[in-house]
């Protein structure tokens, strides 16, 4: 079964702390894999698509990589504002390209 | 307006209600979906609609009913809901149903309660 799976649940950083955050996948055949973050109370907005194994992806202080097994959201000295849940999600093979999405990471930088 | 709306934010309803979320998305897609959200839970997709040709149920419970008369107007009708149905509902939005960039826009949600 397609799975994804986010860690740490919850990550703490103080600003200017960088860190990084795990997006782990089993899926057959992957067609891409995407970042989202989500603010309390809003929907979730895309950040980033990466395709291939040695992708990276960047905006701002965030940087996206991708492997054969996973994907990392690295993040360089954030700030209070980079405090979100940040989502990963692969599209499944259902006929239709719908996402199945990871339970996110929720980051709080505190200033 | 621009982006993807929806109305209201914010519902409480008794068990024995109806009631009905709007959904409306000014970018020209032709692909919309609902998702619930529960906390400690991933997003669950929830109906998936193709130029309003419902292309996706995912076993959804028959209390939920979807309806999208046009392409930029999406409804979910609730009745006699549980408890366990509380959640944030979103609304999304995508150029195509297989778009590869896997960009969908969401709405900022209707966070339902049902007591």
């Known amino acids: 079964e397609d799975q994804v799976t986010q860690s740490p649940e919850a990550l703490r950083l103080q600003e200017g702390e960088s860190s990084s955050l795990n997006c782990s996948y089993t899926v057959s055949g992957l067609r891409g894999l995407f970042w989202y973050r989500q603010d309390p109370g809003k929907g979730p907005e895309f950040l980033f698509t990466?395709?291939?194994a040695g992708e990276e992806k960047e905006k701002e202080r965030l940087k996206a990589t991708l492997t054969k097994k996973e994907s990392f959201l690295h993040i360089t000295a954030p700030k209070p504002e980079d405090s979100a849940t940040y989502l990963c999600?692969?599209?499944?093979?259902?006929?239709?390209?719908?996402?199945?999405f990871g339970k996110g990471t929720m980051l709080l930088v505190s200033p | 307006e621009t982006g993807v709306t929806q109305t209201p934010r914010h519902l409480v309803m008794g068990m024995t209600n109806k009631k009905s979320l709007k959904c409306e998305q000014h970018l020209g897609h032709n692909a919309m979906y609902w998702y619930k959200q529960s906390a400690k839970k991933p997003l669950e997709l929830m109906f998936v609609y193709s130029l309003e040709e419902r292309v996706e149920n995912n076993s959804v419970p028959s209390r939920f009913s979807p309806e999208c008369p046009n392409s930029s107007h999406l409804f979910l009708h609730l009745h006699t809901l549980q408890p366990e149905d509380s959640a944030l509902y979103l609304c999304a939005s995508s150029q195509e149903i297989a778009s590869g960039t896997g960009e969908l826009f969401f709405g900022e949600g209707s966070r339902l309660t049902v007591l």
């Open positions: 990466l395709y291939s």
């Open positions: 999600a692969v599209p499944i093979l259902s006929g239709y390209s719908t996402l199945t």
